[in-house]
Antibody, heavy 122, light 110 residues
Framework: EVQLVESGGGLVQPGRSLRLSCAAS????????MHWVRQAPGKGLEWVSG????????GYADSVKGRFTISRDNAKNSLYLQMNSLRAEDTALYYC???????????????WGQGTLVTVSS | SYVLTQPPSVSVAPGQTARITCGGN??????VHWYQQKPGQAPVLVVY???DRPSGIPERFSGSNSGNTATLTISRVEAGDEADYYC?????????????FGGGTKLTVL
C-alpha cells in the first residue's frame, strides 16, 4: 500500500523558513517523480514543485521560484521542501504527491499524502 | 501561462449524468487528468490521460477531450460522488514544465 506521510508544518512568522518532509513507503521510491501541491484554506489546488526520479529535472511554480527548494533522498525514501522567505500567501495545506511516471513534467499524480499545514502569520 | 476554466458548480439528481467541463486553449492537444476531493480528504485521481481510469475507479467515471474543452462525465450519479473535481494538465511552454489545475467544480447531488 502506497503511503505518503508529510511532516514539518506549523506556525511561522513572515520572512522565516520551514522545511517540510515526506516519508514514502509501499512503492519503489526512486522509480517515480514526486511533487508538492498546496491548497490554501477554502481554495483550490496549486502545484508548487516537482522533481524527477533522479533529481535531474526540477520545476517550480512562479509563485515560489527562488524561495522554495525541492529535493529528495532516494536512499531514505524521502522528499523535502525547503521554504524560505515565507509570506502570508504561502499559508496552505501542503500535500506530498507521487507521480505516475519517472518524469515530473508529464502524467498525473496517482497518490497523495494527507498534507501538513503551514501557517505564515505574525 | 496556461489557464484552465471550470464551472464553479454543477448540480445533478441521483441516477442522472453529471458533466463537468474544463476549458483551455487547444486543450485537446494535451493530456487531461481529473481528481476528486471530498471535504477534509486528500484528492483522488479518477481519470488520467483524458479517458483512462485508475484501478478501483468505477466505470461510471469517464472522460473526453477535444478542441478547447475536456469533459469529465459521471453516469448514474450517487450521493457519494458529491465532491470537488479538478482538472489538470502540464504546461510545457517553457524549459521547465509546470502543472496547471483548474479552479475546481463543486458537484452537488440534489
Amino acid at each position: 500500500e502506497v503511503q505518503l506521510v508529510e511532516s514539518g508544518g506549523g506556525l511561522v512568522q513572515p520572512g522565516r523558513s520551514l522545511r517540510l518532509s515526506c516519508a514514502a513507503s509501499g512503492f519503489t521510491f526512486d522509480d517515480y517523480a514526486m511533487h508538492w501541491v498546496r491548497q490554501a484554506p477554502g481554495k483550490g489546488l496549486e502545484w508548487v514543485s516537482g522533481i524527477s526520479w533522479n533529481s535531474g529535472s526540477i520545476g517550480y511554480a512562479d509563485s515560489v521560484k527562488g524561495r522554495f527548494t525541492i529535493s529528495r533522498d532516494n536512499a531514505k525514501n524521502s522528499l523535502y521542501l525547503q521554504m524560505n522567505s515565507l509570506r502570508a500567501e504561502d499559508t496552505a495545506l501542503y500535500y506530498c504527491a507521487k507521480a505516475r511516471t519517472y518524469s515530473y513534467g508529464q502524467g498525473p499524480v496517482d497518490y497523495w499524502g494527507q498534507g501538513t499545514l503551514v501557517t505564515v502569520s505574525s | 501561462s496556461y489557464v484552465l476554466t471550470q464551472p464553479p458548480s454543477v448540480s445533478v439528481a441521483p441516477g442522472q449524468t453529471a458533466r463537468i467541463t474544463c476549458g483551455g486553449n487547444n486543450i485537446g492537444s494535451k493530456s487531461v487528468h481529473w481528481y476528486q476531493q471530498k471535504p477534509g480528504q486528500a484528492p483522488v485521481l479518477v481519470v488520467y490521460d483524458d479517458s483512462d481510469r485508475p484501478s478501483g475507479i468505477p466505470e461510471r467515471f469517464s472522460g473526453s477531450n477535444s478542441g478547447n474543452t475536456a469533459t469529465l462525465t459521471i453516469s448514474r450519479v450517487e450521493a457519494g460522488d458529491e465532491a470537488d473535481y479538478y482538472c489538470q494538465v502540464w504546461d510545457s511552454s517553457s524549459d521547465h514544465p509546470g502543472a496547471v489545475f483548474g479552479g475546481g467544480t463543486k458537484l452537488t447531488v440534489l
